[in-house]
């Protein structure tokens, strides 16, 4: 029970409830009761935000990872810090795994810290099913709310992404473009990137006349030995001449076991990764990327964060572009 699940209950906004759960301006006699009622039968314990808000500002900033062993992710930790740093902020980090109640209690943790904000690493935080958003929208009624990669729309939350659909189209585009007829989309995760990723992969086969399901989207296992051995098993009987990865790391997975199963990359199968880390320049040969420009979308966030804790506006949402940087991982030598 949340205050999203209050608020759907008792037939009223968000806002309402949490003017009435921290007793600040004008909410009528019986919406009052209205939503009382609905707290009291449901027991409900208003989270941290609501009990702790202070008027003064701690200089804290709460970073929300689910992973930080994984290198995007890490990267942006760095980015993020550094960035507040030159603003006199301090950043407090939390590492919350996968699952959604995790999630929930370290943002209840940073709440209790009395931070200024919140910064979303990723779009492994929007769930799909609607309701399991609403402890992000909860803290937002509080606090700022940003959102690095994935997109949910409610005040004070605040979404900056790189074109995710545009950058897989293209990436797709110079594997169809080096004569690759077989194309297929790889991931680990299910999550909203991906899917964006998924539609540019889309694109570029229906504009070459290719047909595509989603029975050419794979989401396979994170666990390597078991990636692995998926991995192998997709490349068997050449049922794919391109194999268009979600991330550098998995692309890199993919291109060494092509080589172990004795194909040529790129004359036999084309790879590509997304990101443009090192997994994408140390591999060999080394494999066509996307640079989403992930130094730059961590600067945007702390722009506007402290736009918005300055009382200045800054827009709902921001999309920008990165570019393909191209590698040999797509330029085969057979020609088209």
């Known amino acids: 029970m949340n205050i999203y699940d209050i608020s759907e209950q008792s037939g009223v906004s968000i806002a ?57 992710q890490a990267q942006c930790v760095y980015y993020l810090e550094q960035d507040l740093k030159k603003h ?12 959604l109640e995790a999630k929930k209690e370290h943002v209840e943790l940073l709440a209790s810290r009395h931070v200024d904000a919140l910064i979303f690493i990723g779009s492994h935080f929007i769930e799909k099913n609607e309701r399991d958003n609403g402890y992000i929208y909860a803290a937002s009624n509080h606090v700022p709310v940003f959102i690095l990669n994935g997109r949910l729309t409610h005040d004070n939350i605040y979404s900056i992404l790189c074109d995710d659909e545009g950058g897989c189209q293209a990436l797709t585009a110079s594997c169809l473009e080096s004569g690759a007829t077989k194309p297929c989309f790889l ?15 889309q694109n570029a086969c229906r504009e070459a006349g290719i047909p595509v399901d989603e029975q050419t989207l794979f989401i396979l296992s994170d666990q390597t030995e078991e990636l692995g051995r998926q991995v192998f098993d997709l490349l068997q009987n050449g049922a794919f001449d391109a194999a268009v990865c979600a991330d550098d790391e998995l692309a890199a997975i993919v291109e060494r076991v092509a080589q172990y199963r004795g194909l040529d990359v790129p004359d036999d199968i084309r790879v590509t990764g997304y990101n443009d880390s090192i997994f994408s320049r140390l591999a060999s040969p080394a494999i066509t990327s996307f640079d989403n420009r992930a130094a730059y979308m961590c600067g945007q966030a702390v722009m506007g964060l402290t736009q918005i804790l300055g009382g200045s506006e800054f827009p709902e949402q921001t999309m920008y572009t990165g570019k393909v940087v191209a590698r040999a991982s797509t330029k085969s030598s057979r020609g088209v």
């Open 187 to 201: 991931a680990t995760r299910d999550t909203y990137s991906v899917r964006q990723k998924f539609k540019g992969f």
């Open 16 to 72: 309402t409830v949490s003017r009435v759960i921290n007793n600040s301006g004008y909410v009528s006699e019986k919406t009052r009761k209205k939503v009382m009622a609905v707290i009291e039968k449901n027991s409900y314990s208003p989270n941290a935000f609501a009990r702790g808000m202070s008027t003064s500002s701690m200089k804290t900033i709460g970073i929300l990872s689910t992973n930080i062993r994984d290198l995007y």
């Open 88 to 99: 006199g902020y301090t950043a407090m980090l939390c590492c919350t795994g996968d699952e």
